[in-house]
């Protein structure tokens, strides 16, 4: 792979909105799910495509494209095809291939972020178009699923793989925090 410009300036700390300490239930979720967003967006910003297809925790296979690709995925999976009901592709995974997401880095990391970003955009718009309390069709559990359930949820995806990239990202070139 090789070497690409740095896909975001590595000065993005002021960036991040800041977490309400008061709000209701609707608030809270939303707001801290793009908190969430923006801090493993700040975990990719100033690397190259290689120290993104690093796996630099061994003998694991994560790297941060790869979780690029996983929380593409992830956001299609719940928002869009267990909450929203679309009738979408999976973007990484086959049923013969389960962790593609981690293991086949074989696109680029940047146009992987794009995806990301666009999947983000397109959960963001379900949220807003729905009610805590609606409910989807779960295909995959043949069961209904709230969006307050697919939210919270995503809350645990999202700080579950910060501290996966905050490791990721030390080791890659020492950068701690965000």
Same mark, same amino acid.
């Given at each position: 792979?090789?070497?690409?410009?740095?896909f975001?300036?590595?000065?993005l700390?002021?960036?991040?909105?800041?977490?309400?300490?008061?709000?209701?239930?609707?608030?809270?979720?939303?707001?801290?799910?793009?908190?969430?967003?923006?801090?493993?967006?700040?975990?990719?910003?100033?690397?190259?495509?290689?120290?993104?297809?690093?796996?630099?925790?061994?003998?694991?296979?994560?790297?941060?494209?790869?979780?690029i690709?996983?929380?593409?995925?992830?956001e299609?999976?719940?928002?869009?095809?267990q909450f929203?009901?679309?009738?979408?592709?999976?973007? &990484? &995974?086959?049923?013969?291939?389960p962790?593609?997401?981690? @293991?086949?880095?074989?696109?680029d990391?940047?146009?992987?972020?794009?995806?990301?970003?666009?999947?983000?955009?397109?959960?963001?718009?379900?949220?807003?178009?729905a009610?805590?309390?609606?409910?989807?069709?779960?295909?995959? &559990?043949e069961?209904?699923?709230?969006?307050?359930?697919?939210?919270?949820?995503?809350?645990?995806? &999202?700080?579950?793989?910060?501290?996966?990239?905050?490791?990721?990202?030390?080791?890659? @070139?020492?950068?701690?925090?965000h």
């Amino acid at each position: 792979m090789a070497d690409t410009p740095q896909f975001f300036s590595p000065d993005l700390e002021g960036e991040r909105t800041e977490r309400p300490l008061v709000g209701d239930e609707r608030t809270m979720l939303t707001s801290f799910l793009d908190w969430h967003r923006e801090t493993f967006r700040l975990k990719c910003a100033g690397l190259t495509a290689e120290q993104l297809s690093t796996r630099s925790v061994e003998p694991s296979s994560l790297s941060l494209h790869g979780l690029i690709r996983h929380l593409a995925g992830t956001e299609r999976w719940w928002f869009r095809m267990q909450f929203a009901g679309e009738d979408v592709d999976h973007l &990484y &995974y086959a049923d013969d291939d389960p962790d593609m997401d981690f @293991d086949r880095l074989d696109d680029d990391p940047f146009e992987a972020m794009a995806v990301w970003e666009a999947e983000c955009a397109r959960s963001r718009e379900i949220v807003a178009a729905a009610d805590l309390e609606d409910v989807g069709r779960s295909w995959r &559990y043949e069961k209904p699923v709230s969006l307050r359930r697919v939210l919270v949820h995503m809350l645990a995806e &999202y700080a579950r793989h910060n501290g996966h990239a905050d490791l990721l990202r030390e080791r890659i @070139d020492g950068a701690t925090g965000h």
